[in-house]
């Protein structure tokens, strides 16, 4: 199984300004996906982020707004741009291991 | 590309009896079809999974069947307990080289109430 971390755990942001979101794992992965799960509802994914080339976006995310990095087999980050209200959601990262997927413990996004 | 549907969206049982969650996909190329449990305010966690290649699977009071000619798949949870309660999502996603998955559709989630 996979081990992954994320930081923060949990922020409050003011509109307009930007969060980065770090995303760990303990092992060398090629793909890690990137969900959002706005309140009470189901986990949608953002992007597919592979190392050494540039980010999927699913239709209705855009670069511009949720610029993702892969520098590494083992780490990734998430940033949420210019951020509103309606961004206020828990971002989790994932990862294929084994014949499964392993989720983050998600970061948790409110924004004023 | 895929939607998942999943039906009910809530579902409220007492201890001891069975729950039933179905869902259907739409891409007939998906061949692999997990489904997850989410406590609040926890990761989701996988709780058991198939794949298109078998159409049943069991693991203790949990079972999942699949019907790809009919494209759903559903979850049967026996013996209800008290710490069922939770959500309980399905997906669906296909292989993207060797032995990973590729990126998971989900379904809309159900909410499982098991009350003593």
């Known amino acids: 199984s996979a081990v992954i971390s994320q930081k923060p755990s949990r922020d409050i942001c003011q509109r307009g300004t930007s969060l980065t979101i770090q995303c760990q794992v303990d092992s060398q992965v090629t793909m890690m996906f990137w969900y959002r799960q706005q309140p009470g509802q189901s986990l949608t994914l953002i992007a597919t982020?592979?190392?050494?080339?540039?980010?999927?976006?699913e239709s209705g995310f855009v670069i511009d707004k949720f610029p993702i990095s892969r520098p590494n087999l083992t780490f990734s980050t998430l940033t949420v741009s210019n951020m509103s209200p309606e961004d206020s959601s828990i971002y989790l990262c994932?990862?294929?291991?084994?014949?499964?997927?392993?989720f983050g413990p998600g970061t948790r996004l409110t924004v004023l | 590309g895929e939607n998942v549907e999943q039906h009910p969206s809530t579902l409220s049982v007492q201890e001891g009896d069975s729950a039933v969650i179905k869902c259907t996909y739409s891409d007939s190329a998906s061949n692999y079809f997990p489904w997850y449990k989410q406590e609040l305010g926890k990761r989701p966690q996988l709780i058991i999974d198939i794949r298109s290649n078998v159409g049943e699977k069991k693991d203790q009071r949990i079972a999942v069947t699949l019907n790809k000619t009919a494209k759903h798949f559903s979850l049967h949870i026996t013996e209800t307990q008290p710490e069922d309660s939770a959500v309980y999502f399905c997906a669906a996603s296909k292989n993207a080289g060797g032995t990973s998955y590729g990126k998971l559709t989900f379904g809309q989630g159900t909410i499982l109430t098991v009350h003593p």
């Open positions: 982020a592979n190392q050494g080339s540039e980010a999927t976006y």
């Open positions: 994932s990862v294929p291991g084994g014949n499964e997927q392993f």
